[in-house]
């Protein structure tokens, strides 16, 4: 449970934020950064441009001192956080009925035929591991360079974004088709509206999961506002007519299909290893500052 009750409101705004956001942009950092990028959609370039705002302004709101708040003392927090926490023993139970329910749901899935969900489980629980045990955070990734100006995620998604690139060229030169969505205004609006959402709510789509099933309050509320967002978009698509306005008229593009093969390959990766270098050069402004003085 946050020190401050009012961060549960702030969680669920934020959320809303992200939802609404996400749903504009035609996906999260995942949908719509992550993995479309290193599948050429210009849109992945679109998204990851308005993000940068989007979590600038996104740090200057949630850093106000309106909305920090006072600070309590460190004993009374201490003594808070510790207030109705499971035993580690109740926990390891717990996570072996977890574990032994997806295993025996996995076998039922082979027995009946249903060999797509069996996967699909197998995969959501090896994901949700993965995650977990790596702090996989796209916010953190962002929201430090405005804050701590480090960059080690930041520069570890560039290179995981360039293996994705090499893996998914070999992918669609095999006959898999490449996901491209509108290089639309509403992508750009979508990612910085995103982009203040998961600063605000403490984390995205990915990083709310995980944390929430570690006991983060804040991060319920935070799923809560991204389920409501997202279903508010949903309508306003064709209720306020944002779909015929910002996403419609703008067209699907893909880098292979404008720069060949090897302009897109080369052009992707090369603009990622050049964004891992502004990354390391951001992060070392201050020292640099220092010496020179």
Not at 42 to 56: A, D, K, Q, R, V
Not at 86 to 91: E, G, K, L, S, Y
Not at 102 to 109: E, H, K, P, R
Request: proline share 2%; charged share 10%; with cysteine.
């Amino acid at each position: 449970m946050p020190q401050q009750r009012s961060r549960l409101l702030q969680g669920f705004i934020g959320g809303v934020l992200a939802g609404f956001g996400a749903r504009l942009a035609m996906g999260c950092n995942l949908g719509s950064f992550f993995s479309a990028v290193p599948q050429f959609s210009l849109h992945g370039w679109i998204f990851m441009l308005g993000m940068f705002p989007g979590t600038y302004l996104g740090t200057k709101i949630a850093l106000h001192p309106l909305v920090m708040g006072k600070r309590k003392s460190r004993s009374r927090a201490r003594n808070r956080s510790n207030k109705g926490q499971i035993p580690t023993r109740v926990q390891t139970v717990l996570g072996v009925i977890v574990g032994t329910a997806i295993v025996l749901a996995t076998v039922y899935y082979f027995s009946v035929g249903q060999s797509k969900l069996a996967f699909a489980l197998l995969f959501g629980a090896a994901f949700g591991v993965c995650i977990q045990r790596g702090r996989i955070c796209f916010t953190s990734a962002f929201r430090e360079l405005w804050i701590t100006k480090q960059g080690a995620l930041g520069r570890a998604l560039a290179l995981g974004m360039v293996v994705s690139t090499i893996g998914f060229a070999i992918l669609m030169s095999l006959g898999v088709e490449a996901r491209a969505e509108a290089a639309s205004i509403g992508v750009f609006l979508g990612a910085i509206i995103f982009g203040i959402g998961i600063v605000l709510a403490g984390g995205c789509e990915t990083g709310w999961m995980y944390r929430s099933m570690e006991g983060y309050v804040q991060l319920w509320f935070a799923g809560i506002g991204t389920v409501v967002g997202a279903t508010f978009l949903a309508w306003s698509w064709e209720g306020l007519g944002l779909y015929q306005f910002l996403v419609k008229p703008f067209p699907a593009i893909n880098l292979v299909n404008s720069w060949g093969w090897t302009g897109a390959i080369f052009g992707t990766v090369g603009l990622l290893l050049a964004w891992y270098l502004l990354i390391t050069w951001w992060e070392s402004r201050d020292s640099l500052k220092k010496l020179t003085k």
